[in-house]
């Protein structure tokens, strides 16, 4: 993947649906989350004509309080999974990417929660929250267990739609990369509920 990588959510969609457009504006991949489903359903594409599933992530629970949301690919074997930390993400966004075989590969952490807070209470004002978007930006480090840096996704200035950049910080195999992208997409569609 040519990084940096730009996640933008569609505008006047009823179910969430994102692209992701690498640095040459090449597309890699176009989320669609499955609408009216008591547990999450995500459908990852390869590009927005939708022929070919890349993946599916799944919730192992209806309530997504301390859910693991688990990656699976065509051919239904799953090769990860990002979990929520329900406590731990109440102040601060901590969630956990595992293996295929549940070992803990990475975290993701909230690097500077008030940002997040700003966000979502001036984004709840009339008018103001039109134009919160252009201020408050949260960010987002994932670090592998022995706490080196492995990627940053940043929420960019945007005016009525959500957009993020995701910064490649180290080198990782083409299993340990596709978890990291699918673990940020899911990451960030919860987020973006949250503020």
Not at 20 to 35: L, P, R
Not at 37 to 54: C, G, M, P, W, Y
Not at 122 to 130: A, D, K, Q, S, T
Not at 160 to 182: F, G, H
Request: charged share 25%; aromatic share 12%; with cysteine.
């Amino acid at each position: 993947m040519n990084y940096p990588l730009d996640m933008k959510f569609r505008i006047l969609a009823f179910a969430p649906q994102i692209s992701v457009i690498d640095a040459g504006g090449a597309t890699i991949c176009y989320v669609q989350q499955k609408m009216f489903r008591l547990k999450e359903a995500v459908n990852v594409f390869t590009d927005q004509s939708k022929k070919q599933l890349l993946c599916e992530i799944k919730s192992d629970r209806v309530i997504d309080f301390s859910a693991c949301y688990s990656f699976f690919d065509t051919s239904g074997e799953k090769f990860g999974s990002v979990s929520r930390k329900g406590m731990r993400s109440l102040w601060k966004a901590h969630y956990e990417i595992n293996d295929e075989d549940g070992n803990r590969y990475a975290s993701i952490s909230e690097e500077n929660p008030m940002a997040k807070v700003f966000d979502s209470l001036l984004g709840e004002i009339p008018v103001v929250g039109l134009l919160c978007g252009y201020f408050f930006h949260p960010m987002y480090l994932g670090t592998s267990v022995n706490g080196s840096s492995l990627f940053r996704l940043t929420k960019q200035r945007s005016f009525l739609e959500s957009s993020y950049k995701i910064d490649k910080l180290a080198d990782a195999d083409p299993v340990e990369e596709l978890r990291a992208l699918m673990s940020m997409i899911m990451m960030a569609l919860l987020e973006r509920r949250r503020g």
